[in-house]
């Protein structure tokens, strides 16, 4: 799945079609250079996978049909990315490698998360104070004592302490003025 948004924040493009002007969408495996995608049509979102084949799921999100190479064997991730003319795609990238689940009662360090604007939900947020929260197996959400650090274009880091990764399922919720919230779920592991 990727996201695309119009180039003018707060509107999100809902008609992006296999034959757009200036589409050029790819994958990159870890340490290999990037691949085209062949765009192709798909008459609806259940239509069976289709390499290249990209429809509109809903908000400007888009289901993308990525060639099984991209996911082979021999690398540890693959990003999904592109270019459309006066369009942004936001790619994503895929672990193809299950990392170690975090232990439970454990810190754990450099969990990064996402800050963008209130209104748009688009343009990152920078320079924020951000309260972390944390929420312990379905329970109400409580001050979390780990720190907060930014990393740059709106992309921040939570160092977890362990009495915040004290839960089989820990739920992160990071705020600040003027941003939308965002959400991290961490599953760990008993040992």
């Known amino acids: 799945m990727i996201q695309i948004p119009h180039s003018t924040p707060g509107l999100q493009e809902t008609a992006?079609?296999?034959?757009?002007?200036?589409?050029?969408?790819?994958?990159?495996?870890?340490?290999?250079?990037?691949?085209d995608i062949t765009e192709a049509a798909l008459a609806a979102l259940t239509t069976a996978h289709t390499d290249g084949g990209i429809e509109h799921i809903g908000n400007?999100?888009?289901?993308?049909?990525?060639?099984?190479?991209?996911?082979?064997a021999g690398a540890s991730?693959?990003?999904?990315?592109?270019?459309?003319?006066?369009?942004?795609v936001v790619g994503t990238y895929v672990e193809l490698v299950d990392p170690p689940a975090p232990l439970k009662g454990a810190a754990l360090s450099d969990i990064p998360f996402?800050?963008?604007?209130?209104?748009?939900?688009?343009?990152?947020?920078?320079?924020?104070?951000?309260?972390?929260?944390?929420?312990?197996?379905?329970a109400a959400f409580g001050s979390?004592?780990?720190?907060?650090?930014?990393?740059?274009?709106?992309v921040y880091q939570f160092d977890a302490s362990a009495a915040?990764?004290?839960?089989d399922v820990v739920v992160f919720k990071f705020t600040a003025?003027?941003?939308?919230?965002?959400?991290?779920?961490?599953?760990?592991?008993?040992?």
């Not at 693959?78 to 003319?85: K, P, R, Y």
Request: aromatic share 4%; glycine share 12%; charged share 20%.
């Open 77 to 88: 991730g693959v990003l999904i990315h592109g270019t459309i003319t006066d369009m942004l």
């Open 16 to 35: 992006v079609e296999h034959t757009e002007t200036g589409i050029d969408l790819e994958y990159r495996r870890e340490g290999a250079a990037s691949v």
């Open 164 to 167: 915040d990764m004290n839960g």
């Open 60 to 72: 400007g999100y888009y289901r993308l049909d990525v060639p099984d190479a991209a996911f082979a």
């Open 114 to 138: 996402y800050m963008v604007d209130a209104t748009d939900g688009v343009t990152p947020e920078t320079s924020l104070t951000v309260t972390a929260e944390v929420s312990h197996d379905g």
């Open 144 to 154: 979390a004592a780990g720190s907060v650090t930014e990393i740059s274009d709106g």
């Open 177 to 191: 003025t003027g941003a939308r919230a965002a959400l991290i779920s961490i599953a760990t592991l008993n040992e």
